[in-house]
Structure formats: structure tokens, C-alpha cells
């Protein structure tokens, strides 16, 4: 059983640029998540896909939009890069089912835009 | 809306004493209540969970007690080792229909010789 990875570990980009960052769910889940974690706080919600939907979102602009494809790995895609969206991004996968689900973390992407 | 409450930080204790990091909750209904732990580079991991009141999760030695009267889940551990030192991270699942996960803001701990 494969662990969520996520690709590439580290990015710089300048500001102003797009960026888009991946996300292979761990085997037998069919829902993805994703966290922006800036330096020295918890991560934040950004949204979530289940079946290649967006069924969820936290208080984020529309600049950062997401997909999730048949396989259930996903992409999170950032426009219009800001300074403020230096960050790790973390991506966590689980297996939407009625109670309790877990879910599992990647490593994360760190971000830095110049 | 729902959200997590946790000590300040940094933390710095001698190896071998007793650790306990507050954390308290606003939710509700009943959340489910994780604590997760970042150490320095990495991604985050799930420490332990507990997902109805009075439950107690447990693992590698932490534990922690969901407690809906006093909307609390404290991270305590008995005796803490230098492998220990990472920032801890206390955050809910609510009732929502995602699995939408909300995090406090982490408590770094350092554990010296």
C-alpha cells in the first residue's frame, strides 16, 4: 500500500507566474485535500475533491483551483502568484465513507515565489 | 464557526520529564479530535485520535483524553526523549459533510540532553 505523495518537493517561482502542484493519493482513497501551511502556523483548508468535484472550500480566492482525476490524484493550481503564497502546500488523502475516516498526509510542496 | 486553541509554544523540557500541551476546541456538535506532529522538514503525521467524548487515544507513549464537558484534549506524555522534539499540532474534523480538518496554530517542543 502506497503512502500520498506529492510533486515536487521544492518550487520557486516568481510572482506574478501560475504554478501547479500534484498529488497522488494514497491506494483505496477517493477523497483529496488540500493545505496551505505558511512558515510558523497550522495548515489551513483550501478545498477538497470527492469524484472529481469540488465539494468543499475554505476562505481562498479563486486563483487557486484544483482537479482530481479518475485515479483520484490531484492537482492544485495557483494563479497570479503572490509574495503571501510562500508556503507548504500538503495534500491529504481518505476514503470518504459514513463515520470516522483518516486522513493521511503527504510530505508537501514548498513553495517559495520571489 | 468551529476552531482549535492551543499553548503557546516554544516548549523546552528536559529529557525524561513530563510533558502536557493544552488544547482546547470550539465545535459543534461532536468533532472528531486528532493531534498531529511535523518534525523539521517534513510533512505531518498522525500522533493519535479520539473520536467520541471520554474516548483516550494513544500511541508511541502520548495520550490524549477527548473530554466534551471541558471542550479539551491535552497531549500529555510521561517521560519525553530528544526524538521527541517536533511541532504538535491539535485539530478537529466537525460534522460537516468533508473532511474538512481545522488545526491550531502547533506547539513546538524541544526536548535537550
Known amino acids: 500500500e502506497t503512502g500520498v505523495t506529492q510533486s515536487p518537493t521544492h518550487l520557486i517561482k516568481t510572482r506574478g507566474q501560475q504554478v501547479t502542484l500534484r498529488c497522488s493519493s494514497q491506494?483505496?482513497?477517493?477523497?483529496v485535500s488540500w493545505y496551505q501551511q505558511a512558515l510558523g502556523q497550522g495548515p489551513q483548508f483550501i478545498f477538497q475533491?470527492?469524484?472529481?468535484?469540488?465539494?468543499g472550500r475554505g476562505n481562498f480566492p479563486p486563483r487557486f483551483s484544483g482537479l482530481q482525476f479518475p485515479n483520484y490524484s490531484s492537482e492544485l493550481n495557483v494563479n497570479a502568484l503572490e509574495l503571501d503564497d510562500s508556503a507548504l502546500y500538503l495534500c491529504?488523502?481518505?476514503?470518504?465513507?459514513?463515520?470516522?475516516?483518516?486522513?493521511?498526509f503527504g510530505q508537501g510542496t514548498r513553495l517559495t515565489v520571489v | 464557526g468551529d476552531s482549535v486553541t492551543q499553548m503557546e509554544g516554544p516548549v523546552t523540557l528536559s529529557e525524561e520529564a513530563f510533558l502536557t500541551i493544552n488544547c482546547t476546541y470550539t465545535a459543534t456538535g461532536y468533532p472528531s479530535l486528532f493531534w498531529y506532529v511535523q518534525y523539521p522538514g517534513e510533512g505531518l503525521q498522525l500522533l493519535l485520535k479520539?473520536?467520541?467524548?471520554?474516548d483516550k487515544g494513544s500511541n508511541k507513549g502520548f495520550e490524549a483524553t477527548y473530554r466534551k464537558e471541558t471542550t479539551s484534549f491535552h497531549l500529555e506524555k510521561g517521560s519525553v526523549q530528544v526524538s521527541d522534539s517536533a511541532v504538535y499540532f491539535c485539530?478537529?474534523?466537525?460534522?460537516?459533510?468533508?473532511?474538512?480538518?481545522?488545526f491550531g496554530p502547533g506547539t513546538s517542543l524541544s526536548v535537550i540532553p
Open positions: 491506494s483505496g482513497h477517493n477523497t
Open positions: 485539530a478537529l474534523r466537525g460534522v460537516t459533510s468533508y473532511d474538512k480538518v481545522i
Open positions: 491529504a488523502s481518505s476514503l470518504a465513507r459514513k463515520g470516522n475516516t483518516e486522513a493521511f
Open positions: 479520539a473520536t467520541k467524548a471520554d
Open positions: 475533491y470527492y469524484r472529481e468535484e469540488e465539494n
